[in-house]
Each structure stands twice: as structure tokens, then as C-alpha cells.
């Protein structure tokens, strides 16, 4: 479920994913499908590692790319979950055919 909430979103973001809602800053980005597609990535991630873990394992992993990049946009752009979600935004059947824990694969 996609929902429009400028509040929830983040200042300098365009979305934010909390399993099981998506929340988009601008009612224009709701016809964005790149975008839209790449919060889905983030909801089968979210739902992979059974939700709670999925924070814990992202904010963690973000804190020592913080402290390795010592620039919090450089760290985000390097959590492994970013990674997945922004190198296969665009395909469309990425989602079909993505195996259990891919996300992985970019740690």
C-alpha cells in the first residue's frame, strides 16, 4: 500500500518503506514505477529478514559506513540493502526471479 505523507518521509528523500506500507514524499512520485519499485525491493527485504531485523541489520550497517565514509549520504548510498534496490530498480521482473537473501551478494 502506497501512501503520501511528507511528515513520515525523511527531508531529502523521496520515500521511505515500513513493512507493510510504502510512503512517498509527493503524491507525483505515486506514477514514478522506478521508484515505486524500488521500495517493493525494500518490502521483500524487509520481509525476508522478518521485519525488525531488517532495521536493526540496516541502521547497523550504517553506522560503520558513517564511520568508514564519515559522510551520512556516501554511507547510505553503501548499505548493502541501497545497493540491491538501486542496481535493480529499473528491471521489472527483478522480483520474479530474486533469489532468498540476495541482498548479500552486496555486503
Not at 10 to 37: C, H, Q, S
Not at 49 to 65: D, H, K, Q, S
Amino acid at each position: 500500500m502506497v501512501f503520501i505523507s511528507k511528515y513520515i518521509v525523511p527531508r531529502g528523500f523521496r520515500g521511505i518503506t515500513l513493512f507493510p506500507f510504502i510512503f512517498l514524499r509527493d503524491k507525483e512520485d505515486k506514477g514514478n514505477a522506478v521508484l515505486v519499485y524500488h521500495e517493493r525491493i525494500h518490502l521483500r527485504q524487509q520481509l525476508e529478514l522478518l521485519i525488525l531485523p531488517f532495521y536493526v541489520f540496516y541502521v547497523t550497517e550504517w553506522l560503520i559506513r558513517l564511520c568508514y565514509y564519515r559522510n551520512r549520504h556516501r554511507a547510505y548510498i553503501n548499505i548493502s540493502f541501497e545497493r540491491e534496490a538501486y542496481d535493480n530498480e529499473a528491471d521489472f521482473r527483478y522480483l520474479k526471479r530474486r533469489g532468498l537473501f540476495r541482498d548479500l551478494r552486496y555486503m
